[in-house]
């Protein structure tokens, strides 16, 4: 609603008015309408990199386009890493009656994971993207784990989840784009019970000094920070994880390795190959007290 003084300050021109990227549109069509390859490769660019809101929608449809072929190829690790999530008992009175337990998806994208929960899992979904939650709830209407809420924000601000509410904690690559481990690990260990689990599944660097991958990495990472909404290819994950066993009552960890199928397109070859090859997981046990 205007108020007084909203219909008494100048209005800017009607230029400034319009979005930046609209206006780098009209000029690119304008100094390169001889050439619409170029002028369309220009403005489809300028629209993906330079606009953050239609950056995350298209990287929202990317993740959910390729979380299928992705699952494919991890399918046999991700059951293993999860399969422990059958045991567990909820710290909730009201759920354990039930038979239940309340699982935190952190960076919960479009549902890669949804499918290794099992059935009495009551999921709280956390992404900052806010054009991951349509794709996310599509795919809860596929699996049986019941989605208690879905929260817009960071994975540092977790301020809507009460302590100790939460009997796990999940990621899937996910630190790869934080740059205050400290806030984070605080966090997961606030909102865990007593006794919770928190399942960690990250790509990483390369540990391999000199192998063409991590070569590959280092060379990518400035493209990927700025077209994958700040993701990084060049995060040492294990070393934080290390570096904070103390926080800990038991930590598991484990490097592997995944490859495309031979079946699978180029595009899904070239991330999984250059962006995604080089991989750890494990769990984390909260301290009983």
């Known amino acids: 609603m205007k108020t007084a ?9 009607f230029y400034f008015r319009f979005p930046h990227w609209i206006i780098l549109a009209v000029l690119s069509f304008v100094l390169l309408g ?7 490769i220009l403005v489809i660019s300028v629209l993906v990199v330079c606009t953050s809101v239609l950056r995350k929608q298209c990287f929202a449809r990317i993740t959910e386009d390729f979380t299928p072929e992705y699952n494919e190829v991890c399918h046999e690790d991700k059951v293993e890493h999860f399969k422990s999530l059958a ?22 994208g479009a549902g890669a994971n949804l499918m290794y929960y099992p059935d ?9 993207n ?16 019941q989605l208690e809420r879905f929260l817009v924000t960071s994975a540092l601000d977790l301020k809507d989840i009460e302590s100790g ?4 904690v999940s990621t899937c690559m996910l630190l790869n784009y934080l740059e205050d481990y400290d806030l984070f690990f605080a966090e997961v260990l606030r909102v865990l019970a007593p006794g919770g689990k928190y399942y960690f599944w990250e790509h990483v660097l390369d540990p391999n000094p000199r192998s063409l991958l ?27 994880f ?48």
């Open 34 to 40: 001889p050439y619409p390859l170029y002028a369309g």
């Open 5 to 13: 003084a909203d219909e008494g300050r100048p209005k800017a021109p």
């Open 214 to 240: 991590r070569a590959s990495q280092w060379f990518l990472e400035p493209i990927v920070t700025r077209c994958a909404d700040g993701a990084h290819l060049i995060k040492k994950t294990a070393i934080e």
């Open 120 to 128: 009495n899992a009551v999921v709280i979904a956390v992404d900052y």
């Open 165 to 168: 509410s939460v009997d796990v």
């Open 242 to 289: 290390e570096s904070r066993r103390h926080l800990f009552q038991d930590l598991s960890l484990r490097h592997f390795y995944i490859y495309p199928h031979a079946h699978m397109s180029a595009a899904t070859k070239f991330f999984v190959w250059f962006l995604q090859s080089a991989n750890i997981c494990g769990v984390a046990s909260k301290n009983m007290r």
């Open 87 to 108: 045991g567990v008992e909820s710290s909730d009175e009201g759920l354990k009656k039930m038979g239940k337990f309340r699982l935190l998806d952190l960076g919960c």
């Open 130 to 145: 806010p054009s991951m939650e349509t794709f996310f709830r599509l795919k809860r209407l596929e699996m049986e784990p």
